[in-house]
T-cell receptor, first 118, second 110 residues
Framework: GAVVSQHPSWVICKSGTSVKIECRSL??????MFWYRQFPKQSLMLMAT?????????EQGVEKDKFLINHASLTLSTLTVTSAHPEDSSFYIC??????????????FGPGTRLTVL | GENVEQHPSTLSVQEGDSAVIKCTYS??????FPWYKQELGKGPQLIID?????GEKKDQRIAVTLNKTAKHFSLHITETQPEDSAVYFC?????????FGDGTTLTVKP
């Protein structure tokens, strides 16, 4: 159990376009979801935390108008990279928690989405 | 905020040997310490975790120890196998927010 999926697994887009990445909890209700960014051979950098039905909380230095996060249901969160530029190329990973469950401390990670902006 | 340091950054061992990865954290309020394994091109997977009220936890070949006083925790992998080769991340969590170490690339040579 506790599976998190992401779609797409990889995407290539042109500079200036917007890209949407979906994160789904397949077998549990994720009241909290996290979005991370990971550069090659580096650690995970938290971008934002979203709670279902409310606005996301962004980490310092992350532009909320550029990285739009929507957590409209207990099983789906989306990250939209608006007007993408080559420097936005990265590995984006979501994770989910259900604090109300007995495994509330665990974070379950998705498989990641590789974004390449040309 | 929390700061997590992880050592070593790379570790190479012979199959069958043990591997130890160490992390230190700065915020004494952190109370949950998970370890993740990340294979190339994939998301991290939780392999073991420990809470601040426990000093040691073991799951088959994997164990984690926590020293709250010194604010450090370690991952121990015994009888390493080539499939253990991956990047390992530690993390420290407080108030729902996790801070990750920089990762350790473990290579197990057959």
């Amino acid at each position: 159990g506790a599976v998190v999926s992401q779609h797409p697994s990889w995407v290539i887009c042109k500079s200036g376009t917007s890209v949407k990445i979906e994160c789904r909890s397949l077998d549990f209700q994720a009241t909290t979801m996290f979005w991370y960014r990971q550069f090659p051979k580096q650690s995970l950098m938290l971008m934002a935390t979203s709670n279902e039905g409310s606005k996301a909380t962004y980490e310092q230095g992350v532009e909320k108008d550029k990285f739009l996060i929507n957590h409209a249901s207990l099983t789906l969160s989306t990250l939209t990279v608006t007007s993408a530029h080559p420097e936005d190329s990265s590995f984006y990973i979501c994770s989910a928690r259900d604090p109300s469950s007995g495994r509330g401390s665990e974070q379950f990670f998705g498989p990641g989405t590789r974004l390449t902006v040309l | 905020g929390e700061n997590v340091e992880q050592h070593p950054s790379t570790l190479s061992v012979q199959e069958g040997d043990s591997a130890v990865i160490k992390c230190t954290y700065s915020d004494s309020a952190s109370n949950y310490f998970p370890w993740y394994k990340q294979e190339l091109g994939k998301g991290p997977q939780l392999i073991i975790d420990i809470r601040s009220n426990v000093g040691e936890k073991k799951d088959q070949r994997i164990a984690v120890t926590l020293n709250k006083t010194a604010k450090h925790f370690s991952l121990h992998i015994t009888e390493t196998q080539p499939e253990d080769s991956a990047v390992y991340f530690c993390a420290a969590r407080y108030a729902g927010k996790s801070t990750f170490g920089d990762g350790t690339t473990l290579t197990v040579k057959p």
